[in-house]
């Protein structure tokens, strides 16, 4: 079946640093639509981005994202990192096999800026 | 987008009793589904519901233990039936408006579950 995996737990860095978490993924199917969801504390987790075709760069709130097939992979990054980007920070690859939209998430990472 | 609000937003209940948490879309969804999160790890998809059949559950998770109802396109309500300390976490329901697979999921505000 699907499976997503983000290596990092935890992420901490300084401010003004750039960020990258990875996430890579697995699926039989060819065309695969993957999310990153924010989770602040004490909200709901919420679309950050999601991906286009291969290849192609998707921007949002100064994140950006590729999917690249050929590595299976589709990591979240930012130029400088600010305080308020502390949060949990899930991959999720949305089910092609039964159309549902059931997504499998990342085991997530924890990133934690500081100042 | 879709709205969607969740009742209680959090309990505490004792060992072996049963719970009810309610959620409602403000508007139609064809399917519902339900996460379960322990502190700050992964979302576990529990089950998908759609409106007039029995939900679909992920590996780990019983009909028995975690009955799902969802007898119309707004509403849906999961049950932890004898509840255990290991099922102290946060349980969210979430949907997405129209059917496409690259579809936006949208999140409740989740449901903060204590069991003693």
């Known amino acids: 079946g699907d499976s997503v995996t983000q290596t990092e737990g935890l992420v901490t860095l300084t401010e003004g640093l750039p960020v990258m978490l990875n996430c890579t993924y697995q699926t039989i199917y060819s065309n695969p639509f993957l999310f990153w969801y924010v989770h602040y504390l004490n909200e709901s987790p919420r679309l950050l981005l999601k991906s286009s075709t291969d290849n192609k760069r998707t921007e949002h709130q100064g994140f950006h994202a590729t999917l690249h097939k050929s590595s299976s992979s589709f990591h979240l990054q930012k130029s400088s990192a600010q305080l308020s980007d502390s949060a949990l920070y899930y991959c999720?690859?949305?089910?092609?096999?039964?159309?549902?939209?059931?997504?499998?998430f990342g085991d997530g990472t924890v990133l934690t800026v500081k100042p | 987008s879709v709205l969607l609000y969740q009742k209680p937003n959090r309990d505490i209940c004792q060992s072996g009793t049963s719970l009810k948490i309610q959620c409602v879309a403000d508007?139609?969804?064809?399917?519902m589904f339900w996460y379960q999160q322990f502190q700050e790890q992964s979302l576990m998809l529990m089950a998908t519901?759609?409106?007039?059949?029995?939900?679909?559950?992920e590996s780990g998770f019983t009909k028995d233990k975690f009955p799902i109802s969802r007898p119309n396109l707004t509403f849906s309500t999961l049950t932890v039936n004898n509840a255990r300390p290991g099922d102290s976490s946060i349980y969210f329901c979430s949907s997405r408006p129209g059917t496409g697979v690259y579809a936006e999921q949208f999140f409740g505000p989740g449901t903060r579950l204590t069991v003693l």
């Open positions: 508007s139609q969804v064809v399917s």
């Open positions: 999720a690859l949305s089910d092609r096999g039964t159309n549902t939209g059931k997504l499998t």
């Open positions: 519901a759609n409106e007039g059949s029995e939900a679909t559950y």
